[in-house]
């Protein structure tokens, strides 16, 4: 009927635009990987331009200030690692998600490379590792209050957030930081004087999420979430605090130093 062959036309017009434009043809989506994003540039927002407005800010304001923090660091006391990982919205699945063994076996050819090969070495050296889980939180939207904890959300414009623990329900499927590992980070951003607000995600019963930190720390490493607060989060255009990537990347590049 009309409306098929109108489809038809439509479809065929793109791909004739494609074609001319990239060389790609209809069977090389077969093998694509596509990300349809807003077409609008990230810019900045405010009355004083102190925020930044633009997509994918959920965890591209993490990667990048933690990228440029360990490409800052000379001397770590320790080995210092950026890792990157993906999928983390569908379970962090995959050779590329933080599910996979990627990491361990990167950990375990640094340990061959070093020549040190003892039983239960690899075990060990994830029980004396500690780790920021670079990660946004949800910070209080004024205009969506009733979802949000007010004593102990994250606050735009009041420095980067700690998460002792996230998960839904309270702390159901979460990575709860022990004690000693939230002092020892307090104490680094103090000392540095960096501004940090402690937050949950959301009420219990509410609001809730969840992150890559239990992966690790069901390993053995010592993991706190540490991050952004995100105003529309996973929206097309995330709103953040200028001051907040700051000392996001401030805290990353105290943590990689020490």
């Not at 990228?67 to 006391?77: C, D, E, F, H, M």
């Not at 640094?110 to 050296?125: A, Q, S, T, Y």
């Not at 004087?193 to 992150?211: A, M, P, R, S, Y």
């Amino acid at each position: 009927d009309n409306g098929e062959e109108e489809k038809d036309a439509v479809k065929l017009n793109i791909l004739r635009i494609l074609n001319k434009k990239y060389g790609i043809t209809e069977e090389d989506f077969i093998s694509s990987e596509l990300e349809i994003v807003p077409a609008f540039k990230a810019r900045s927002a405010g009355f004083d331009e102190s925020m930044v407005a633009g997509y994918g800010q959920d965890d591209k304001v993490c990667v990048y200030t933690s990228l440029r923090a360990i490409l800052n660091v000379n001397n770590p006391k320790r080995t210092a690692i950026c890792l990157f990982s993906d999928k983390e919205e569908i379970g962090s699945m995959g050779n590329t998600g933080m599910e996979s063994n990627v990491f361990a076996t990167f950990v375990a050819e640094l340990l061959n490379k070093l020549g040190i090969n003892r039983p239960n070495l690899l075990d060990k050296v994830f029980c004396n590792s500690k780790m920021l889980s670079a990660d946004v939180d949800a910070g209080v939207d004024p205009l969506y209050s009733d979802v949000s904890d007010m004593d102990n959300g994250g606050f735009m414009g009041h420095g980067m957030s700690l998460n002792k623990y996230t998960g839904s329900g309270g702390k159901y499927n979460a990575s709860d930081a022990n004690a000693e590992f939230v002092s020892e980070i307090r104490t680094l951003f103090n000392n540095n004087n960096i501004k940090f607000q402690i937050t949950e995600l959301g009420k219990v019963d509410v609001g809730g999420g969840g992150t890559i930190a239990y992966i690790l720390a069901n390993r053995g490493v010592d993991v706190i979430d540490c991050g952004v607060p995100v105003l529309s989060m996973h929206s097309p255009y995330e709103l953040t605090s200028k001051y907040d990537i700051y000392t996001a990347y401030r805290g990353y590049l105290a943590f990689f130093n020490n």
